[in-house]
């Protein structure tokens, strides 16, 4: 299968910790390994609050309904877990069910 990955931290404090972008990419990586699922595009973003643009959010959003990415299954990592509403979370999992795409989330503190 082939997956999308996505990673998102809320700060500069936490891209220079141990919840970098990179490390929770790793982790995807890891998940995806794992589970015979081949990487085919990254998408990420730093930052939270007003000022906050989820660009690399959107982006993967846009490619997936817009048919530019051709995937199974998102895999998405966050340290804040992204959509911490059952509204935002059952919004986009509709949004990706009809477009035949899975979802997992993985948490910073989740073990592989």
């Not at 700060?11 to 015979?36: G, P, R």
């Not at 998405?76 to 069910?97: C, F, G, P, S």
């Amino acid at each position: 299968m082939k997956a999308a990955i996505y990673a998102r931290t809320k700060t500069i404090k936490q891209f220079n910790k141990s919840e970098s972008v990179e490390k929770l990419m790793c982790k995807i990586e890891s998940y995806c390994a794992e589970n015979n699922l081949t990487v085919k595009k990254r998408y990420t973003d730093i930052g939270e609050g007003q000022g906050y643009d989820p660009s690399g959010f959107n982006l993967v959003l846009n490619d997936l309904e817009n048919g530019n990415l051709k995937v199974n299954i998102l895999v998405i990592a966050t340290t804040d877990k992204y959509t911490n509403t059952l509204m935002k979370a059952a919004e986009l999992v509709q949004r990706l069910r009809a477009k035949k795409i899975q979802l997992k989330f993985i948490s910073s503190d989740e073990e592989i």
